[in-house]
């Protein structure tokens, strides 16, 4: 990287805005939630809706665009970048050099790295360090002793280690063979992108025939076009459930038990699962802990890897994160309100945080 980057005089400002973080400095947006004003980068780190508004134009991966033209049904222009391509963009108080790195979330999550007057920084988005059948392998090393790392902190807390995934397949196999022994459907929730690939990839080692909602259908004909191969799934019918494993996204299954006619069985794949209130909470059959994020142990790691000098935590266990770093002798703060107190304000909610770096 240029060595153009090396005052450390200057002022970076942060601001949790529009659910996502502006850079007011650099008219940069990262995954705002709405549509910002027009004179703004925006950049999209992937492809789930809690990232991303309409916006008519942005900065993201080929993958990641494919994916929100299939599900927005919208017309943008996306800037589609390449991982470890770095490119010059222009701000109103200057240019700054902006390379994705692949976060191994879901196909074409990316990370951030910005290289600033004020120093590099490097934004997560949602990130799994743990290599991850349905994504390309997280790599942050380019970002190796930036001055600040912005980090998600979802499953902040140390409770949140999730068990090898081969288990959790494993017993969700079981799960399965269970319910259709008992001549009933199990129905695995999952969200459309990402965790329901993982549960194709996963429960196909177990020879289980696989049904999916037509959303998770088109999603797979995006990661097959990008030359990641699934195990081939049939689109849900009723007609032609029975016998068969449903996976469906949770918007969608109030809508399938009402035109099924077999019992159903409903099971929810999450990182929340760890926490045994989970299924009651959501009212299902049964819970596993499969997760596309990073659970503690790697929360920990990226930071113990990358060393920066500040760490911001957003999301989750924003929080407790960083007190927890700042009690192990580490820079750390928190930008975003805590999720976990699901404040409706949360969105209009403009906290500001400077870090002179
Ligand atoms: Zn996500």
């Not at 980090?151 to 068990?163: H, I, K, R």
Request: a positive charge.
């Amino acid at each position: 990287m240029s060595g153009a980057f090396t005052s450390k005089q200057q002022t970076l400002k942060l601001e949790a805005k529009f659910g996502g973080v502006c850079l007011p400095g650099l008219s940069l947006w990262l995954d705002p939630q709405r549509q910002v004003p027009e004179d703004g980068h925006v950049f999209v780190s992937h492809a789930h809706s809690d990232h991303v508004a309409r916006h008519k134009k942005f900065i993201a991966t080929t993958a990641t665009a494919l994916f929100l033209k299939s599900r927005l049904r919208t017309t943008f222009v996306p800037e589609q970048f390449d991982f470890f391509r770095s490119r010059i963009l222009e701000s109103r108080t200057g240019s700054f050099r902006l390379t994705l790195l692949p976060a191994g979330h879901v196909l074409g999550s990316a990370m951030a790295l910005l290289d600033t007057d004020a120093g590099r920084l490097l934004y997560t988005g949602d990130f799994k360090l743990k290599p991850c059948p349905i994504a390309e392998n997280c790599d942050f090393s380019p970002a190796k002793h930036c001055d600040v790392l912005v980090m998600e902190t979802t499953y902040g807390l140390p409770q949140y280690v999730f068990p090898p995934e081969d288990e959790v397949h494993a017993q969700i196999a079981s799960f399965c063979k269970e319910t259709l022994a008992a001549k009933a459907t199990p129905v695995l929730l999952a969200s459309s992108l990402g965790k329901s690939q993982k549960l194709i990839l996963g429960l196909a080692k177990f020879g289980l025939p696989i049904m999916v909602h037509n959303t998770i259908h088109a999603l797979n004909v995006i990661y097959q076009q990008m030359g990641f191969a699934l195990p081939h799934c049939e689109v849900f019918h009723p007609d032609r459930l029975r016998g068969k494993v449903l996976i469906c996204p949770p918007s969608a299954a109030r809508r399938i038990a009402a035109q099924c006619p077999t019992e159903l069985r409903l099971a929810v794949a999450s990182g929340w699962a760890l926490d045994p209130r989970c299924r009651f909470r959501l009212g299902v059959h049964a819970g596993f802990p499969l997760s596309n994020h990073a659970d503690y142990s790697e929360l920990v790691r990226l930071v113990e890897c990358i060393e920066p000098r500040l760490i911001v935590t957003l999301h989750g266990f924003a929080s407790e994160f960083a007190s927890t770093l700042r009690a192990a002798g580490w820079n750390a703060q928190t930008l975003s309100v805590p999720e976990q107190l699901d404040l409706p304000l949360r969105l209009s909610s403009n906290r500001l945080c400077s870090a002179t770096i």
